[in-house]
């Protein structure tokens, strides 16, 4: 069973800052302590779950590009701890945000592996 504790989510105003951690304990399922891939997911009422940011236990990352130049992704490998550094907040970043931790690779076509409880973020205007 994995586990996951998440903080950092909140209310700010649009130019706004925030900082996501998701902490994930528990087996990978691979011979491997780390997972694979660790990310964030975004979720409204209005849109499907969908890529915020995800990031390799190599350090290599994919955001969406709505979020390229505002968002950062990092991790702790040692720690299964990931973090998401959200600057430039808009409206339209409103959401439920969710980590994500599963195998490879990187890229997929869409949401899987395992999941946070979720996190509120509410940017506004």
């Known amino acids: 069973q994995v586990q996951f504790v998440e903080s950092g989510g909140g209310e700010v105003q649009a130019g706004g800052s925030l900082r996501l951690s998701c902490e994930a304990s528990?087996?990978?399922?691979?011979?491997?302590?780390?997972?694979?891939?660790m990310g964030w997911y975004r979720q409204t009422p209005e849109k499907q779950r969908e890529l915020v940011a995800a990031?390799?236990?190599?350090?290599?990352?994919d955001y969406a590009d709505l979020v390229k130049g505002r968002f950062t992704i990092s991790r702790d490998g040692s720690k299964n701890t990931v973090y998401l550094e959200m600057n430039s907040l808009k409206p339209e970043d409103t959401a439920v945000y969710y980590c994500?931790?599963?195998?490879?690779?990187?890229?997929?076509?869409?949401?899987?592996?395992?999941w946070g409880q979720g996190t509120q973020v509410t940017v506004s205007s």
């Open positions: 994500n931790a599963r195998s490879g690779p990187l890229r997929v076509p869409g949401p899987r592996g395992y």
């Open positions: 528990g087996r990978t399922g691979t011979q491997y302590d780390s997972w694979y891939v």
């Open positions: 990031i390799t236990s190599f350090g290599v990352t």
